[in-house]
């Protein structure tokens, strides 16, 4: 298990979830790991949306951070225990959870 961050300052490829540059420790978040965006980005996360096959451990949105996750047309597909959002940013998010 690690913690990757959000950073999606690749060139060319900002914005994409699936780049390994766009995370520190550089490499695309993998089973059990901790994904935090951080409260002082601003970044959107607009690519690579469909993460559903990889469990990660928690998806964590900080207070502050302002990016936009993903769109209407196109949500950021994710498997996670946990989520916690305290972000300001829009955000289109598909746990693939069905409420009874």
Same mark, same amino acid.
């Given at each position: 298990?690690? =913690?990757?961050?959000? @950073?999606?300052? !690749? =060139?060319?490829?900002?914005? *994409?979830?699936?780049?390994?540059?766009?995370?520190?420790?550089?490499?695309?978040? %993998?089973?059990? *790991?901790?994904? @935090?965006?951080?409260?002082?980005?601003?970044? %959107? $996360? +607009? %690519?690579?949306? !469909?993460?559903?096959?990889?469990?990660?451990? /928690?998806?964590?949105?900080? !207070? &502050?951070?302002? &990016?936009?996750?993903? =769109? /209407?047309?196109?949500?950021?597909?994710? !498997?996670?225990?946990? @989520?916690?959002? *305290? #972000?300001? &940013? =829009?955000?289109? $998010? *598909? +746990? #693939?959870?069905?409420?009874?």
């Amino acid at each position: 298990m690690a =913690t990757k961050q959000w @950073i999606g300052t !690749d =060139t060319g490829n900002e914005g *994409d979830y699936s780049v390994a540059a766009n995370w520190s420790p550089s490499g695309v978040p %993998a089973a059990a *790991d901790v994904v @935090i965006l951080p409260g002082s980005s601003s970044q %959107a $996360i +607009t %690519a690579g949306l !469909d993460q559903s096959a990889i469990a990660l451990a /928690s998806f964590i949105v900080e !207070d &502050g951070f302002s &990016g936009a996750i993903a =769109t /209407s047309a196109a949500y950021l597909e994710i !498997d996670s225990n946990s @989520i916690r959002f *305290d #972000g300001s &940013g =829009t955000a289109y $998010i *598909d +746990t #693939g959870s069905n409420p009874a």
